[in-house]
């Protein structure tokens, strides 16, 4: 009998916001929150979550790097047109979890805003991956950008499973 009022409380809980933070959100946070998207709706075990991203220093204007969306486009995802986003307090406010692409911008990050320490992590260091930094694929040739695909996907793989397992 308990089955059918887990699945309802499961059903009516607030979903996991997970912010991702990189430096322009052209490239790496953009890419990282269209993959763990995908990942998760292929993950039968994961939680319910909302998936964000933005940047300590965008550019007004900027949207994603052609090679980004190239990168994506081969994976079959699609970044789309959106424009960057400056991280605000209320984006790191809603968030359950900030996870940045290097340890410089989750230091950056938390010297202006210094309350949020407890739920801002690198993503690499956060899900155990060997490389704690991803690098910035910014300017660099396409290649670089689907080293970067892959480097996320199997980082962000191991983010949804550790996710699936709280």
Do not use: W
């Not at 996991?16 to 292929?42: Q, W």
């Not at 969306?69 to 790191?92: D, H, K, V, Y």
């Amino acid at each position: 009998m308990s089955e059918p009022k887990q699945k309802n409380q499961e059903e009516n809980a607030k979903p996991l916001t997970v912010l991702f933070i990189c430096s322009g959100n052209t490239c790496r946070s953009p890419m990282a929150e269209v993959i763990a998207k995908d990942i998760h709706e292929k993950t039968l075990h994961a939680p319910k979550c909302n998936f964000i991203s933005a940047g300590l220093s965008v550019v007004t204007g900027d949207t994603a790097a052609e090679e980004a969306n190239l990168a994506m486009t081969e994976l079959g995802l699609q970044l789309g047109e959106r424009p960057a986003q400056s991280l605000t307090e209320e984006m790191l406010q809603a968030a359950d979890l900030v996870l940045t692409m290097s340890n410089a911008q989750r230091t950056l990050l938390l010297t202006r805003f210094p309350g949020y320490a407890a739920k801002t992590f690198v993503l690499n260091r956060y899900v155990g991956a060997e490389n704690t930094d991803i690098e910035d694929p910014y300017g660099q040739p396409l290649e670089v950008y689907r080293h970067i695909a892959v480097q996320l996907r199997d980082s962000l793989e191991r983010l949804i499973d550790r996710l699936a397992a709280m």
